[in-house]
Structure formats: structure tokens, C-alpha cells
């Protein structure tokens, strides 16, 4: 069993930063991928960045430039630094882990983006 934890949600002015951070806690042995998505009101859950235990990084298009993925593997912990935000970028943040033959979700932290 793997349990996920987001953390570092919140509200935010416009073209502020935020930093989320997600740790994975369990009977873990080595995780190969972790990843964020997000959801805001009335839309899909996107994916937003993932990143793999070689440091393989994938980026949605609107955060590119904006928006950084990094690991600590040592800590089986993923981080999101979200800088110059925007409105848009208001959702629900959800950290993913495959693990296995599963898919562990965090319960999601909200990030506000408004002035």
C-alpha cells in the first residue's frame, strides 16, 4: 500500500510563485515515475509535469518556462516550483506515483491564483 501527500497549496497574486511538494509513504522499493496533474472546476485532470527516476521530464505546454519538476528520490518526494502564475493556473494540484500494477492519487491541494 502507498499512500501520496500534497503539500503547499494556497493563495496567490498573479505572477507569484508557489512551491508544492508530494511524498509517497509505504511499502515502497523504488519508484519509477511520480508526476502532478490538475483539475480545475468544470475541466479534465491534466497532466502538468512527470518526471522518471532517469530524470526524464515531461512538461504540459502551457507551464513550460514557468513551472519546474524536481525529485528526491532519497525521500521518494516530488516538488512543483510554480512561478509566474497565472489565473489559469487555478485548479486542484494532484500528485500521481505509479507503482506497480496501481495508480495512487493524493488527495489534491488547491492553488488560487487572484488578485
Known amino acids: 500500500q502507498v499512500h501520496v501527500v500534497e503539500s503547499g497549496g494556497g493563495l496567490v497574486q498573479p505572477g507569484g510563485s508557489l512551491r508544492l511538494s508530494c511524498a509517497a509513504f509505504g511499502s515502497i522499493f523504488s519508484i519509477s515515475v511520480m508526476g502532478w496533474y490538475r483539475q480545475a472546476p468544470g475541466k479534465q485532470r491534466e497532466l502538468v509535469a512527470r518526471?522518471?527516476?532517469?530524470?526524464?521530464?515531461n512538461y504540459a505546454d502551457s507551464v513550460k518556462g514557468r513551472f519546474t519538476i524536481s525529485t528526491d528520490n532519497a525521500k521518494n518526494t516530488v516538488y512543483l516550483q510554480m512561478n509566474s502564475l497565472k489565473p489559469e493556473d487555478t485548479a486542484v494540484y494532484y500528485c500521481n506515483v505509479p507503482y506497480g500494477p496501481m495508480d495512487y492519487w493524493g488527495k489534491g491541494t488547491l492553488v488560487t491564483v487572484s488578485s
Open positions: 518526471i522518471t527516476s532517469g530524470g526524464s521530464i
